[in-house]
């Protein structure tokens, strides 16, 4: 809220106090008047500063931890009568235009400072306090190599659970196992000091729940995965990524507390500064704290908890904290992304991350921990991760290009993005590997079929001819197994029931198709249409040998061996092992049928290359009247007329076939865009070109150059 916003909700009694202590004199003036006089006082130049200068060391206190409470405000009980003190200090600010009160709840008062007052204030401070906050504390030879820890932990995090999910106990918490191995891909914080073994684990729960607040994981059975958010996250700028992530503190239940709530608007205060005191940071911020706070001694337990959000903050990347030598205290250093936050400051994002790397001719790829998150997702496609220290290291193997390559990533892509970015020429072995690991993808591959299968390779050629059944046939595993979409199973069933082919209800499963030793029996018993569908009470495979079945045979007594060895020794077939000497063939429903030229070569016989007219399909032969065709028939007569100049004959019904009438046509071309075929024609004698529906035509005959020449004569 603005100052002036906050004026016009006052009463007009307050309107007057406060224009009495600005030196306003009221008088009989309007109420917007009044207003525009106390905001012209206040905006003054200098009054601020004078303002602030002319208050008691409590009152700046006071007005100091309004001031770093932000824009949350800060609350204070003023019903206690223990609290005059700090009743009158404050009655003094709202007197000056310095602070304003509100009511977030029920009989509880904040006081905040107005948003066109902050910057003011903040300067003023800012220059007070410069010679208090200010230090020379030693720094460390890392410096800027441990800012955004948080950010990067948090891709870290996630993006490992992209490729391996953690399993999770009964508790929802990871196993050891799964945690050691997230943990080994988290950044510690590297101070003078060596490492805390307990620094990790911490940073780790920080992570873990900032991705589950963030929505970056989710639990999905028993395992800890990845979302889909992570993607949208990957892509904020890393400002944005900063500002979620400090909201996610401010969040937490630490921040809650009256201290450290205080923490960030200190620090606030600091940001125009190169290096501040730590101990007078938590000085102020325990000052700041309670209006109680007299004394410069502060328990260990403040202490700690103060430091905590610290380190967190350096986490996240706002600060760097160093600790003091030869007797100095620690010190800390507002980062350029913490100016940017806190202070408002201009600051790129290029400016945190780096984008080159370095590949090994052991296949080791050296990166720096502050590359570039999007180049660090892709060059996680096809390397692992496998030591992060003051760099990473990753390495590329056989499996890890495999891994790339089902991300639709191939070797060739892998060598063009490490050229890209490689700050030296990656090595020759390792590009060569690369390319060769990703040509062998893909040479071996599973494919999803739906089978209709026919009892012969002549009822599969008829399906695959027809004009209405072609459309649904994607391919053939054998002559008479053809593949169609399962979605279509039905609408492909009714319409072969249509068109008289008869197809049984059901679909045969995998076993039943394959358990029975003869083919042929089982199409004799689809001929047969009794229902009992393939056998499977026979485990002999249908390759087995002659001898095999032989045996088979001979177990059986009586009639129902139908085939004897008098009836199998003029046959013979090259796939079956010799036995006792000679050659036997398999019976007579176990051989491949003979197909004819117009099954082999669909077609074939419209470019007039079968030799003669005993070759040609019936429908295809010359007619003397009038042929009642199916739709697919009459096209291919359509498709000859056309490629041969003739004229044809037609009975088109109209579109409620109730009525038919001849057309003497000569075709153009045959239309298949539609989805149902139509044939574009010259009519004769009209000479107009029309479009006729190939379904609609109910009789067709061609004729041919000679009867036009007798006709004509």
Same mark, same amino acid.
């Given at each position: 809220?603005?100052?002036?916003?906050?004026?016009?909700?006052?009463?007009?009694?307050?309107?007057?106090?406060?224009?009495?202590?600005?030196?306003? *004199?009221?008088?009989?003036?309007?109420?917007?008047?009044?207003? &525009?006089?106390?905001?012209?006082?206040?905006?003054?130049?200098?009054?601020?500063?004078?303002?602030?200068?002319?208050?008691?060391?409590?009152?700046?206190?006071?007005?100091?931890?309004?001031?770093?409470?932000?824009?949350?405000?800060?609350?204070?009980?003023?019903?206690?009568?223990?609290?005059?003190?700090?009743? #009158?200090?404050?009655?003094?600010?709202?007197?000056?235009?310095?602070?304003?009160?509100?009511?977030?709840?029920?009989?509880? !008062?904040?006081?905040?400072?107005?948003?066109?007052?902050?910057?003011?204030?903040?300067?003023?401070?800012?220059?007070? +306090?410069?010679?208090?906050?200010?230090?020379?504390?030693?720094?460390?030879?890392?410096?800027?190599?441990?800012?955004?820890?948080?950010? &990067?932990?948090?891709?870290?995090?996630?993006?490992?659970?992209?490729?391996?999910?953690?399993?999770?106990?009964?508790?929802?918490?990871?196993?050891?196992?799964?945690?050691?191995?997230?943990?080994? &891909?988290?950044?510690?914080?590297?101070?003078?000091?060596?490492?805390?073994?307990?620094?990790?684990?911490?940073?780790?729960?920080?992570?873990?729940?900032?991705?589950?607040?963030?929505?970056?994981?989710?639990?999905?059975?028993?395992?800890?995965?990845?979302?889909?958010?992570?993607?949208?996250?990957?892509?904020?700028?890393?400002?944005?990524?900063?500002?979620?992530?400090?909201?996610?503190?401010?969040?937490?239940?630490?921040?809650?507390?009256?201290?450290?709530?205080? =923490?960030?608007?200190?620090?606030?205060?600091?940001?125009?500064?190169? *290096?501040?005191?730590?101990?007078?940071?938590?000085?102020?911020?325990?000052?700041?704290?309670?209006?109680?706070?007299?004394?410069?001694?502060?328990?260990?337990?403040?202490?700690?908890?103060?430091?905590?959000? +610290?380190?967190?903050?350096?986490?996240?990347?706002? +600060?760097?904290?160093?600790?003091?030598?030869?007797?100095?205290?620690?010190?800390?250093?507002?980062?350029?992304?913490?100016?940017?936050?806190?202070?408002?400051?201009?600051?790129?994002?290029?400016?945190?991350?780096?984008?080159?790397?370095? !590949?090994?001719?052991?296949?080791?790829?050296?990166?720096?921990?502050? =590359?570039?998150?999007?180049?660090?997702?892709?060059?996680?496609?096809?390397?692992?991760?496998?030591?992060?220290?003051?760099?990473?290291?990753?390495?590329?193997?056989?499996?890890?290009?495999?891994?790339?390559?089902?991300?639709?990533?191939?070797?060739?892509?892998?060598?063009?993005?490490?050229?890209?970015?490689? #700050?030296?020429?990656?090595?020759?072995? !390792?590009?060569?590997?690369? *390319?060769?690991?990703?040509?062998?993808?893909?040479?071996?591959?599973?494919?999803?079929?739906?089978? =209709?299968?026919?009892?012969?390779?002549?009822?599969?050629?008829?399906? /695959?001819?027809?004009? #209405? $059944?072609?459309?649904?046939?994607?391919?053939?595993?054998?002559?008479?197994?053809?593949?169609?979409?399962?979605?279509?199973?039905?609408?492909?069933?009714?319409?072969?029931?249509?068109?008289?082919?008869?197809?049984?209800?059901?679909?045969?499963?995998?076993?039943?198709?394959?358990?029975?030793?003869?083919?042929?029996?089982?199409?004799?018993?689809?001929?047969?249409? @009794?229902?009992?569908?393939?056998?499977?009470?026979?485990?002999?495979?249908?390759?087995?040998?002659?001898?095999?079945?032989?045996?088979?045979?001979?177990?059986?007594?009586?009639?129902?061996?139908?085939?004897?060895?008098?009836?199998?020794?003029?046959?013979?077939?090259? @796939?079956?092992?010799?036995?006792?000497?000679? *050659?036997?063939?398999?019976?007579?429903?176990?051989? /491949?049928?003979?197909?004819?030229?117009?099954?082999? $070569?669909?077609?074939?016989?419209?470019?007039?290359?079968?030799?003669?007219?005993?070759?040609?399909?019936?429908?295809?032969?010359?007619?003397?009247?009038?042929?009642?065709?199916?739709?697919?028939?009459? #096209?291919?007569?359509?498709?000859?007329?056309?490629?041969?100049?003739?004229?044809?004959?037609?009975?088109?019904?109209?579109?409620?076939?109730?009525?038919?009438?001849?057309?003497?046509?000569?075709?153009?071309?045959?239309?298949?865009?539609?989805?149902?075929?139509?044939?574009?024609?010259?009519?004769?004698?009209?000479?107009?070109?029309?479009?006729?529906?190939?379904?609609?035509?109910?009789?067709?005959?061609?004729?041919?150059?000679?009867?036009?020449?007798?006709?004509?004569?």
């Amino acid at each position: 809220m603005i100052l002036q916003d906050y004026l016009a909700a006052l009463p007009m009694d307050d309107l007057k106090s406060m224009a009495v202590t600005l030196g306003v *004199q009221p008088g009989m003036i309007s109420r917007a008047r009044l207003i &525009r006089e106390i905001t012209d006082q206040i905006f003054q130049p200098g009054y601020i500063d004078q303002c602030v200068d002319d208050l008691s060391e409590e009152a700046r206190e006071i007005l100091l931890a309004i001031l770093s409470a932000g824009e949350a405000g800060r609350v204070y009980d003023t019903r206690k009568p223990s609290n005059d003190g700090l009743i #009158e200090q404050l009655h003094g600010l709202l007197n000056r235009g310095l602070v304003i009160g509100r009511r977030p709840a029920y009989r509880t !008062v904040d006081f905040t400072v107005p948003e066109d007052l902050r910057d003011m204030l903040i300067r003023n401070f800012t220059d007070r +306090l410069a010679g208090i906050f200010s230090t020379e504390a030693a720094k460390s030879e890392d410096d800027e190599s441990r800012d955004l820890t948080a950010v &990067r932990n948090v891709f870290a995090l996630v993006n490992g659970l992209r490729h391996n999910p953690a399993r999770l106990t009964d508790r929802g918490l990871p196993y050891k196992r799964a945690l050691d191995a997230m943990v080994e &891909r988290q950044e510690a914080v590297i101070n003078d000091l060596p490492d805390s073994a307990e620094e990790t684990p911490e940073q780790m729960r920080f992570v873990m729940d900032y991705a589950q607040w963030r929505g970056l994981t989710r639990i999905e059975d028993g395992r800890l995965r990845a979302d889909s958010e992570f993607e949208s996250w990957l892509k904020q700028p890393t400002t944005e990524k900063l500002a979620n992530l400090l909201s996610f503190w401010h969040a937490r239940d630490r921040a809650r507390s009256p201290a450290i709530s205080a =923490l960030p608007g200190i620090l606030q205060l600091c940001v125009g500064f190169a *290096q501040v005191d730590l101990d007078q940071i938590l000085r102020y911020v325990l000052t700041c704290s309670s209006p109680h706070v007299r004394t410069d001694a502060f328990s260990d337990e403040e202490r700690a908890e103060i430091l905590a959000a +610290l380190r967190e903050l350096e986490w996240i990347g706002l +600060l760097r904290q160093y600790d003091g030598r030869n007797g100095a205290g620690g010190g800390l250093v507002i980062t350029p992304a913490g100016r940017h936050v806190l202070g408002g400051q201009d600051w790129l994002d290029e400016e945190a991350w780096s984008t080159g790397f370095v !590949v090994q001719p052991t296949f080791e790829i050296i990166a720096p921990r502050d =590359l570039d998150l999007r180049i660090r997702e892709k060059l996680e496609r096809f390397a692992d991760l496998e030591k992060v220290d003051l760099t990473l290291t990753y390495r590329v193997t056989r499996d890890t290009i495999y891994r790339a390559a089902n991300t639709d990533m191939s070797g060739a892509d892998v060598n063009g993005f490490l050229a890209d970015h490689s #700050e030296k020429d990656v090595p020759q072995n !390792v590009a060569y590997s690369i *390319q060769s690991w990703g040509d062998a993808y893909g040479q071996v591959y599973f494919m999803e079929t739906f089978l =209709l299968r026919t009892a012969s390779a002549e009822i599969a050629s008829h399906i /695959k001819a027809h004009g #209405e $059944l072609a459309p649904y046939i994607k391919g053939e595993v054998a002559p008479d197994a053809l593949i169609v979409e399962r979605k279509t199973y039905r609408e492909l069933m009714d319409l072969l029931q249509k068109q008289g082919y008869m197809p049984r209800s059901g679909i045969v499963g995998p076993a039943e198709a394959t358990s029975g030793p003869k083919a042929g029996d089982a199409a004799q018993r689809a001929r047969s249409g @009794n229902g009992n569908g393939p056998r499977t009470d026979l485990k002999e495979p249908r390759e087995q040998s002659g001898h095999s079945n032989r045996n088979d045979h001979s177990d059986r007594s009586g009639p129902s061996d139908r085939s004897g060895p008098s009836d199998r020794s003029g046959l013979s077939d090259r @796939n079956d092992p010799p036995a006792d000497g000679a *050659q036997p063939a398999p019976p007579e429903s176990e051989r /491949k049928p003979v197909l004819g030229f117009g099954d082999c $070569l669909p077609g074939y016989q419209l470019h007039r290359g079968s030799g003669g007219a005993d070759r040609n399909a019936p429908h295809i032969e010359q007619a003397a009247n009038l042929q009642y065709l199916s739709p697919g028939q009459t #096209e291919e007569l359509l498709e000859m007329a056309v490629k041969n100049n003739h004229r044809a004959v037609i009975e088109y019904y109209l579109g409620n076939r109730s009525r038919s009438f001849l057309h003497r046509i000569k075709p153009i071309r045959i239309e298949r865009t539609r989805g149902t075929p139509f044939i574009e024609a010259h009519r004769i004698p009209e000479g107009d070109v029309h479009v006729f529906k190939i379904a609609n035509i109910r009789a067709i005959r061609i004729v041919y150059e000679y009867e036009e020449q007798a006709g004509g004569s």
